[in-house]
């Protein structure tokens, strides 16, 4: 009796943790499937132990990601240290090949939600290694303050700070950088903090050095509109779906329930705020075939004590789609990167429109059988293909 419980009970844990809805469109599954069953169990885990009051989620979360870092090893290409950038902690990769020239330099922003990851992330270490080496370029890898320990602007100032450190002549030229070839990058969270201080470098009047090129793989870039239509469809993608992103936008702000409940409702944008809605209009920014089977309904108002306690989600600085033209205007050579299956796809096909109708040259790589995450999933397939789209571009453009 108790072993046929217990067999009943395993194949029901199976059955929940290999079985996610995949789009036909994906390549290699299994992989996948094996690739997502870790994170769901360590966010299941982390969503029982909250429950029980004992942990936030996101710090069990980022706990359990903890055991995946790694120490900063140089290689027999590249040379690794640890050092800070005005009091922020970075990492930075150092080709170890000669060069009679000064290198490209490219700043790296590590995603995971403005709660998790960090430099040392066997996922960002190895990539920040590879570019280093394969775009033979200096690559600085920050970090930056977390939530829930951290809300919003800390994550944004602590990358920003880092940055300005870095485009200081004496230091691009320490560490070999030409300072003509200096570019941004960032994944997820990482392309939202990319995507918002290069628009505020074009506003600091004592940063004399200019970005060549910002990279935004699969950005978020707005909290204002919950119900674009890949948010609407992602209730379950893999790795990101609409709840957890919901609670990863709502925690950049506060830990307070208030907002992620109002969030998930898309009823949090005070009317007297309802203006900045055109900027994040899906109904007129999107492509056609991606508005099929959506009806575009104004977010409902929402209350305006919330948005005076956590002016964060209407802030520029949080949301760079809701720069004015005459800002984004000035934005260098971008190069976006959207997936398919990704809650945050329309968040870059709205930034992609409203740069090009400012005059900014776009490079966008849409990838019809990609999800959120897949940039970084090495081993597989569509990881090696972005990686290496990814690096001929910046070869070219850096
Ligand atoms: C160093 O570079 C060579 C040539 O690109 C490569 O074959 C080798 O695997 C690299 N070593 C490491 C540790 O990545
Ligand atoms: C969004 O655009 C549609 C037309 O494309 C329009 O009907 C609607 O009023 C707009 N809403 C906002 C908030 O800008």
Avoid at 306 to 325: E, M
Wanted: net charge neutral.
């Amino acid at each position: 009796m108790g072993r046929t419980i217990f067999l009943l009970i395993s194949v029901v844990l199976v059955a929940y943790y290999v079985y996610i809805p995949l789009p036909d469109a994906i390549e290699e599954p299994w992989k996948l499937v094996w690739q997502n069953t870790l994170p769901k169990i360590a966010t299941d885990l982390a969503s029982f132990v909250e429950l029980l009051g004992i942990n936030h989620l996101m710090d069990t979360i980022q706990l359990l990601i903890t055991f995946q870092e790694v120490p900063p090893t140089s290689d027999e290409n590249v040379t690794v240290m640890e050092t800070t950038f005005d009091s922020v902690p970075v990492r930075i990769y150092i080709p170890k090949r000669k060069s009679t020239t000064l290198r490209r330099g490219l700043f790296f922003i590590h995603g995971g939600g403005w709660c998790l990851g960090s430099a040392a992330s066997y996922i960002y270490d190895t990539l920040s290694r590879w570019t280093a080496h394969k775009l033979d370029a200096v690559v600085v890898s920050t970090d930056y303050g977390l939530a829930p320990k951290y809300h919003f602007p800390r994550q944004f100032e602590d990358v920003y700070r880092s940055l300005r450190w870095f485009l200081q002549e004496d230091i691009l030229e320490k560490y070999g950088v030409d300072p003509r070839r200096v570019g941004v990058s960032g994944d997820s969270a990482g392309g939202n903090l990319a995507a918002a201080v290069t628009q505020q470098l074009l506003q600091d009047p004592d940063i004399k050095i200019k970005l060549k090129v910002q990279v935004l793989i699969y950005p978020a870039l707005q909290a204002l509109d919950m119900n674009v239509p890949s948010l609407q469809e992602g209730a379950h993608f893999p790795l990101l779906t609409r709840s957890l992103m919901v609670r990863f936008w709502s925690e950049y702000f506060t830990t307070d329930k208030d907002l992620e409940k109002a969030m998930l409702l898309n009823q949090h944008v005070p009317m007297e705020f309802s203006h900045l809605l055109q900027l994040v209009n899906w109904s007129s920014l999107l492509p056609e075939r991606y508005k099929k089977g959506h009806f575009y309904k104004n977010p409902s108002p929402g209350s305006s004590e919330l948005a005076q306690k956590y002016p964060g989600f209407i802030d520029v600085k949080a949301c760079p789609l809701l720069a004015n033209d005459n800002i984004l205007h000035h934005l260098p050579l971008t190069y976006i990167i959207t997936c398919q299956y990704d809650v945050l796809r329309d968040d870059g096909l709205m930034y992609v429109k409203r740069l090009q109708n400012a005059g900014v040259h776009v490079t966008h790589h849409h990838i019809e059988d990609g999800f959120h995450g897949a940039f970084t999933l090495f081993g597989l397939k569509i990881a090696n293909r972005m990686q290496n789209q990814y690096l001929n571009w910046l070869i070219k453009n850096l």
